[in-house]
T-cell receptor
Framework: GDSVTQMEGPVTLSEEAFLTINCTYT??????LFWYVQYPGEGLQLLLK?????DKGSNKGFEATYRKETTSFHLEKGSVQVSDSAVYFC???????????FGQGTELSVKP | GAVVSQHPSRVICKSGTSVKIECRSL??????MFWYRQFPKQSLMLMAT?????????EQGVEKDKFLINHASLTLSTLTVTSAHPEDSSFYIC??????????FGSGTQLSVL
C-alpha cells in the first residue's frame, strides 16, 4: 500500500541554519503531497502542499518540490528560526477517499 | 480560517472505564471526519473515517467495538474508547473536511489509562 518515509529526528539546528527534512513516498497512483507542522501542545496545521509532479509548495519560507522521478517531497528552509521548532509530518493523499497517510514525523529543535 | 475543536485535551481514567472524545467543526459543516491515533515518536495512524449520518469505516486492525464513533451531525463526531486499558493510552486526534476539500485538525486528546 501507499506509504511515506521521513528522515528520523530529532534534528537540532542553530538559528539561521539551512534546513532539509527528507521525505519519500510510495504510491500506486498520483497522490497529492503535504507537509504538516505540529507545534508543542497544538494540533496539526497544513504548512504547504503540492498536487502534481514538479509543483512547488511554499509557505512561511518553507518550500518543497514534488519530484515524481525520485518519489520525494523534501522540505527546505533557508534560514530557520527558534519559532520553527516543532514536529513536521510529510503526508500523501489520493484525495478520492480524503485519507491522509503520514510519515513518522521529524522533530526539529532550533537553538538561539 | 476554519477551526476544529477537540475536547478534552487531556484525560486520565481508570482501567475499565469508558472515555468520550468530542470533535466539533466550529465554522463549517464537516461531511467527513477522520480519527487518528499517535503513539510517542511515531506517525499518526488512521483509525476510522466517519461520514455524517452513516456508520464509520474502520481501518484494518481497529476494533470497532472498542472504539465507537458517532457522527450524528455535520458539526460533531465523537470517539468513545470503551473499557479502556493501559494499552489504549495514546494521543487521539481528529480532522474534519467539507466535501473532501482541505483537512482541518483538532488539537488532540492525550488519553492516559491507569
Amino acid at each position: 500500500g501507499d506509504s511515506v518515509t521521513q528522515m528520523e529526528g530529532p534534528v537540532t539546528l542553530s538559528e539561521e541554519a539551512f534546513l532539509t527534512i527528507n521525505c519519500t513516498y510510495t504510491a500506486t497512483g498520483y497522490p497529492s503531497l503535504f507537509w504538516y507542522v505540529q507545534y508543542p501542545g497544538e494540533g496539526l496545521q497544513l504548512l504547504l502542499k503540492a498536487t502534481k509532479a514538479d509543483d512547488k509548495g511554499s509557505n512561511k519560507g518553507f518550500e518543497a518540490t514534488y519530484r515524481k522521478e525520485t518519489t520525494s517531497f523534501h522540505l527546505e528552509k533557508g534560514s530557520v528560526q527558534v519559532s520553527d521548532s516543532a514536529v513536521y509530518f510529510c503526508a500523501l493523499s489520493d484525495l478520492r477517499g480524503g485519507k491522509l497517510i503520514f510519515g513518522q514525523g521529524t522533530e526539529l529543535s532550533v537553538k538561539p | 480560517g476554519a477551526v476544529v475543536s477537540q475536547h478534552p485535551s487531556r484525560v486520565i481514567c481508570k482501567s475499565g472505564t469508558s472515555v468520550k472524545i468530542e470533535c466539533r467543526s466550529l465554522d463549517f459543516q464537516a461531511t467527513t471526519m477522520f480519527w487518528y491515533r499517535q503513539f510517542p515518536k511515531q506517525s499518526l495512524m488512521l483509525m476510522a473515517t466517519s461520514n455524517e449520518g452513516s456508520k464509520a469505516t474502520y481501518e484494518q486492525g481497529v476494533e470497532k467495538d472498542k472504539f465507537l464513533i458517532n457522527h450524528a451531525s455535520l458539526t460533531l463526531s465523537t470517539l468513545t474508547v470503551t473499557s479502556a486499558h493501559p494499552e489504549d493510552s495514546s494521543f487521539y486526534i481528529c480532522s474534519a473536511t467539507r466535501q473532501l476539500e482541505k483537512l482541518f485538525f483538532g488539537s488532540g486528546t492525550q488519553l492516559s489509562v491507569l
